[in-house]
């Protein structure tokens, strides 16, 4: 079956620290795969996007992620987190073959301390 | 360029009225979603428009839930007999031709059903 899975409910982090979130997808096949930002009381924020090519690629406010085939996975990460990044933040796949829906993962919620 | 706007953003029903949900998607988008999430998770579709052409309901829970976009622009997302668990934060997605996926999210209106 078709499933995302983000397995940290929730990360805190420092200030000043990198980041880490992690997402893995089950598909037989290389998906479509997005990384979402949502703060309180706001929609969803595309921050980057994977269709095809180089494996790791850039977003927006210093985000990148990495798509690893092997491991079926897509993870974000930022060298050096701001108070400003704390938000919920989904994993989103899109599964080539059939709907032209997304599947979203069950989010990570971020917290910084200063 | 505007993006995705919806109203209203907040909505409180009393169990078993009706509410109508309004989508305006971002200009020239021709494709539309509906998703819904609950407190605490990820977002689920509900349905998917290409123009004014429903092409997929499979995720709308019950026959209460029902959606039209009649000039392929506007969409509305009409629930009929609101129960209490229909509450939940209701997003709307616009895409534009050459990618489906892509998909830019409004704010959301957040439903309770009391």
């Known amino acids: ?114 | 360029g505007a993006g995705v706007s919806q109203s209203p953003r907040y909505k409180v029903a009393k169990r078993g009225q009706d509410v109508a949900l309004r989508c305006d998607p971002i200009s020239g988008h021709v494709s539309l979603f509906w998703y819904q999430q609950a407190l605490g998770q990820g977002p689920e579709f509900l349905t998917y428009f290409q123009n004014e052409a429903q092409l997929d309901k499979s995720g709308l829970p019950s026959d209460r839930f029902f959606a039209e976009r009649p000039e392929g622009s506007v969409s509305t997302l009409k629930i009929q007999r609101t129960q209490q668990e229909d509450s939940a934060v209701y997003l709307c997605a616009s895409s534009g031709r050459d990618s489906t996926y892509e998909q830019y999210f409004g704010p959301g209106t957040r439903l309770t059903v009391t």
């Open chain 1, 1 to 114: 079956a078709q499933s995302v899975t983000q397995p940290d409910i929730h990360i805190t982090v420092s200030e000043g620290a990198s980041l880490e979130l992690r997402c893995n997808y089950s598909y037989g096949a290389t998906p479509y795969l997005f990384w979402y930002v949502q703060s309180p009381g706001q929609g969803l924020q595309l921050l980057l996007k994977y269709f095809s090519g180089d494996t790791l690629v850039q977003g927006i406010k210093g985000f990148e992620a990495e798509f690893k085939r092997s491991q079926s996975s897509f993870n974000l990460r930022k060298p050096s987190v701001h108070w400003s990044d704390a938000a919920e933040y989904f994993c989103a796949v899109g599964f080539i073959q059939g709907a032209q829906k997304l599947v979203f993962g069950q989010g990570t919620r971020l917290t910084i301390n200063p």
